[in-house]
């Protein structure tokens, strides 16, 4: 942050409101915690947001308006929806090990699962 204020000629006291949209945010104390950090590196005047990246990414492709559903699946995966009244839900996005099904994590340690449970296979055949 303080490189690109650097670079655009400006400074954090030029700075009115922070947004960060972070992966595995996915509770408010997650949230509060990048608070609490924002607000050692910014004056109290500065408002600060914190969400999932998943409601960043839905915001980004509907205008900023929160309704609809938005699904990312890369290094790992998330569906996150708002309904028009606010409401919101969410599936997977809990990271490798409680959740990431159908992510490039997801996918290669099935994978590797396979081909364990291949070489087990044939190694259990022959006599040692």
Known sequence: ??????????????????CLAVSGVNHPTDQQRIVNWLRELFPSYVRLYVQNDAVAALASGTLGKLHGCVLIAGTGTIAYGFTEDGREARAAGA??????????????AQALT???RGLMMVVGQKQI
Request: glycine content about 18%.
């Open 1 to 18: 942050m303080a490189d690109a204020l650097a670079k655009s000629g400006s400074h954090r006291s030029a700075v009115r409101a922070v």
């Open 95 to 108: 990271g490798p090990i409680l959740g990431d099904w159908g992510s490039g994590y997801g996918i290669a």
């Open 114 to 116: 396979a081909i364990i």
